[in-house]
Each structure stands twice: as C-alpha cells, then as structure tokens.
Nanobody, 121 residues
Framework: QVQLVESGGGLVQAGGSVGLSCRGT????????MGWYRQKAGEEREWIAS???????TYPQFLQGRVTISRDNDKNAVYLQIHSLEVEDTALYYC???????????????WGQGTQVTVSS
C-alpha cells in the first residue's frame, strides 16, 4: 500500500508565507514526477507546481514567482512554499506522485488527502 500524507497549512495572514510537506510511505520502489494541486471551494482542482526526480520545477504562469517546489528523494517527500499569500489562495492543497511500487512494472498516480490553507485578510 502507498500513502501520501500532507502536513502544514492552516490559517495564515495575507502577505505571509506557508510551507507544505508531503511524504510517501509504503511499498515505494521509485517516484518519478511529483506535484501540488489545489481546489478552491466550488471550483475544479488546478495544478500549481510539478518537479521531476532530478529536480526540474515547473509552475503555471499565474503563480510564477510566488511558489517554490522542492523534493527530497531519499525521504520520498515533496515540499511547497507559497509566498505573498492572498485571500484567493485559500484552498485545499493536494500532493501527487507517480509511483512505481515494489514488484510492479508500471507507474501509478497517487494523491494525498489534502491539507487546508486558509488566508485571512
């Protein structure tokens, strides 16, 4: 079994920063791409950052300069820093990983359960 567990988030003031963590546990043999998504109330889930195993990061244009993704391959972990928070950043934040399980021959996508970030004005 593979699980992704997020931590961090909570209530943050506008203009501040927040750090999120996500760690994979279970029978993980290898992880390729990892990423972060968010879902605002009443909206669809949207992509906000991705990172390859060697560490190449990509972001959508609307968040360029305000988010930083990083990972620790030894810990099967991915991190997200969001700076200059806005009320509009309030959302449930999810991590995603493309995982090859021990004994398997194909990668599958796994998602965390989500961690809430609420930005107050």
């Amino acid at each position: 079994q593979v699980q992704l567990v997020e931590s961090g988030g909570g209530l943050v003031q506008a203009g501040g920063s927040v750090g999120l963590s996500c760690r994979g546990t279970g029978d993980i043999f290898n992880i390729r791409g990892m990423g972060w998504y968010r879902q605002k109330a009443g909206e669809e889930r949207e992509w906000i950052a991705s990172i390859t195993k060697p560490g190449v990061a990509t972001y959508p244009q609307f968040l360029q300069g305000r988010v930083t993704i990083s990972r620790d391959n030894d810990k099967n972990a991915v991190y997200l820093q969001i700076h200059s928070l806005e009320v509009e950043d309030t959302a449930l934040y999810y991590c995603r990983a493309s995982v090859l399980r021990t004994g398997s021959d194909s990668y599958k996508e796994f998602w965390g359960q989500g961690t809430q970030v609420t930005v107050s004005s």
